[in-house]
């Protein structure tokens, strides 16, 4: 399990999670997150005192990467998975490997995702990519604009365009009718450009939504509609 310190390591007590191999630790935030030995992704929000077991709870977890609110992990023998909502859900992220190999060690570095795998060498992959933002243009836009989803109505995926004209922190966010937020797909810098998000609504229910871009500069929001 996870032992605690409050003392630089002079005195260490044994938390909640006590009966599980735990192979990885990463801390983003106020959120600690447990990679276990067939036991998926652990994750506690009060210093380790409780833990919860979150939606990847079948794989042994070998290896944990956090980069603002997208959690990369490592599994035996089913690649990456990535999730955008503290655990919640995962989705895989596997394309271009094959097999998909057992992820010992994960990176985040200069634009890309590192894998290191048990015995087939390191691997990479662009970390806009991964994260599902596509910069779909190499010239300058003269203005922020946020565009309509396509499609919309949508069933269960549609893509959202925007132009930046500088680098700029940004932040792109799903909203349900209530003005509720139910997921971030974007939240980093990016450099100037076009670019487009894929939102995969499939664990959602029928209904409108609001999605909104904001930069230091601008801000705006649009309505779309999911009906399965």
Known sequence: GVYRSNSNGISWTQTELNN?????L???GNYIFAGTSGNGVYLST???????????N???VYSLAISGNYIFAGTSGSGVYLSTNNGTSWIQKNQGFYPNPSISSLLIANNFIFAGTYRNSVWRRSYQEIIGIKNISTEIPSR?????????PFNPTTKIKFDLPKSDFITLKIYDALGREVETLVNKTLPSGSYEVEWNASKYSSGVYFYRLQADE????KRMLLIK
């Open 20 to 24: 599980k191999t735990v192979y990885s």
């Open 26 to 28: 990463a801390i983003s």
């Open 46 to 56: 009060n210093n380790g005192i409780n833990w919860t077991q979150t939606a990847l």
């Open 58 to 60: 079948n794989q042994s």
């Open 144 to 152: 922020f604009e946020l565009y309509q989803n396509y499609p919309n």
């Open 218 to 221: 601008f801000m705006d929001t």
